[in-house]
């Protein structure tokens, strides 16, 4: 490769041809303007444009580095048909149209910058170079160049890897790359082990009446009224969000185990749920949870993605409720709260605080590939040029960015659940991670349940 962001290209080179594919590689710095890829002892070659990495100094991370648009886009399944993709014109984020795809007996050329493209998606580059804020802080998917430009929907860094292999299969058909496990990892955000309606006589007048009067549902009424009068006895048996053995039952039939991520902390008391992670019950979730094979993590309060403080003390309070409800987990995965997150400020915060993974990379308002794969991989921070130790898990789908009128708005009808298929199936067809969040508190009616079970059948396309 050329001299320059050795840094960055080791990270991109050390997660595409390392972690995604499990190749041994070393990178030899080049006077040539492209990126160059040989077998030892091989005279073949493949050569890629090197575009994003090259950029001058004073244009990194500036609105001037962003990919030119509209994109161009490329045949791919018409040049390497035996490449693993979604649809065979591929997005070019990066790349010189003026490179015709070339194969000979000795070279192939491509005409994309697989390895800045994916250091672009991999690494949020956007989100630092043209950033956009929601109500919430969040840079939105709306604003993102994969939702503008239609392959949100598309783990295209997975495809950007798959042509890359084909390739280098073509000039090098001896080579092995890592075998993967297609998986399903079902994950609940627990904002509300109880609802605040069966805690509070006000706060059940107001959202039953909700219920009533505005969305016509006298079950939901009724089931938040149970909900109040079995907590006047001292159990939440009959709380409409304690879903929690259900979610279990119905995840360990079809294979799956799953994450539970709880508030430790009120950083914005109203927005931070009502429970207090000491709760006797909530330390019963969690013992219950443990001993069914489950997983807990930390589900780090609203200010919490600016602020590494608060976040250590957050695991701490944590770690203290898992060692009094008897859970021994080394090992602590983490979702910020509402989705929140600022690349590359959350996940320094995230690393230096010791967690093992983190799945917040999603979009509150657009289920889809935030960072273009399916796969897990290190992040990396824009601002210090490093790879942190923090594995990203990336969020595929969230439930109320599908169903809320918020959002998507697609209910609970036939497009919600094809939608939900589709980023399963593009997930497990590159032998990914179909990572999933449906809170324990989304499942007020019966079509909730429905949906959700739907969601955990096997995938047929």
């Not at 003026?98 to 991999?122: Q, V, W």
């Not at 598309?154 to 042509?163: F, H, L």
């Not at 957050?314 to 987990?329: D, F, H, K, P, Y």
Request: charged content about 25%; glycine content about 8%; aromatic content about 10%.
């Amino acid at each position: 490769m050329p001299a320059g962001r050795h840094a960055e290209r080791d990270y991109v080179l050390g997660t595409l041809l390392g972690e995604f594919l499990g190749l041994r590689w070393r990178r030899v710095v080049s006077d040539a303007l492209q990126t160059r890829i040989a077998l030892e002892g091989s005279d073949r070659r493949l050569i890629l444009p090197d575009i994003l990495l090259a950029i001058e100094n004073d244009l990194w991370l500036t609105p001037r580095s962003m990919p030119a648009r509209p994109l161009d886009s490329w045949d791919a399944g018409a040049a390497l048909p035996e490449a693993v993709l979604v649809s065979p014109n591929l997005p070019v984020i990066y790349g010189d149209a003026r490179i015709k795809f070339a194969l000979s007996g000795t070279e192939i050329r491509l005409p994309i910058d697989i390895f800045g493209s994916a250091f672009f998606m991999l690494t949020r580059y956007e989100e630092v170079a043209s950033p956009v804020e929601d109500l919430h802080g969040r840079f939105p998917g709306s604003e993102s160049l994969a939702h503008r430009e239609g392959f949100l929907r598309r783990p295209i860094v997975n495809e950007y890897v798959e042509v890359l292999w084909s390739a280098m299969k073509r000039l090098w058909p001896s080579l092995k790359r890592k075998v993967r496990q297609a998986t399903s990892f079902v994950t609940c955000d627990v904002d509300e082990p109880y609802l605040a309606s069966s805690r509070s006589f006000k706060t059940l007048l107001r959202q039953a009446g909700g219920d009533v009067l505005k969305r016509r549902n006298l079950v939901s009424a009724s089931r938040r009224a149970l909900g109040y009068a079995g907590a006047r006895l001292g159990t939440y048996r009959w709380d409409p969000a304690n879903t929690f053995d259900w979610m279990m039952d119905v995840n360990e039939r079809a294979g799956n185990a799953m994450a539970f991520y709880f508030i430790a902390d009120k950083t914005v008391p109203g927005l931070d749920g009502s429970a207090e992670i000491q709760d006797p019950f909530v330390l019963s979730l969690m013992g219950r949870i443990h001993e069914r094979g489950h997983e807990i993590g930390l589900h780090g309060s609203y200010e919490t993605y600016l602020d590494e403080g608060q976040l250590q003390r957050e695991l701490g309070l944590l770690r203290s409720a898992m060692t009094r409800a008897a859970v021994e987990q080394a090992d602590i995965g983490t979702r910020q709260h509402f989705l929140r997150w600022r690349t590359p400020i959350t996940a320094r915060a995230l690393n230096n605080t010791g967690l093992t993974y983190d799945t917040t990379l999603g979009y509150a308002d657009s289920p889809g590939f935030r960072c273009g794969t399916c796969y897990s991989f290190h992040l990396f921070d824009l601002a210090t040029s490093e790879t942190l130790t923090l594995q990203e898990r990336p969020l595929i789908a969230m439930e109320s960015s599908v169903i809320s009128d918020q959002y998507q708005g697609l209910g609970y009808g036939q497009k919600a659940k094809q939608l939900l298929n589709d980023l399963k199936y593009r997930s497990l067809k590159f032998n990914g991670e179909f990572v999933l969040l449906w809170h324990n508190s989304h499942f007020l009616t019966a079509e909730d349940h429905k949906l959700y079970l739907g969601s955990l059948e096997p995938n047929r396309s």
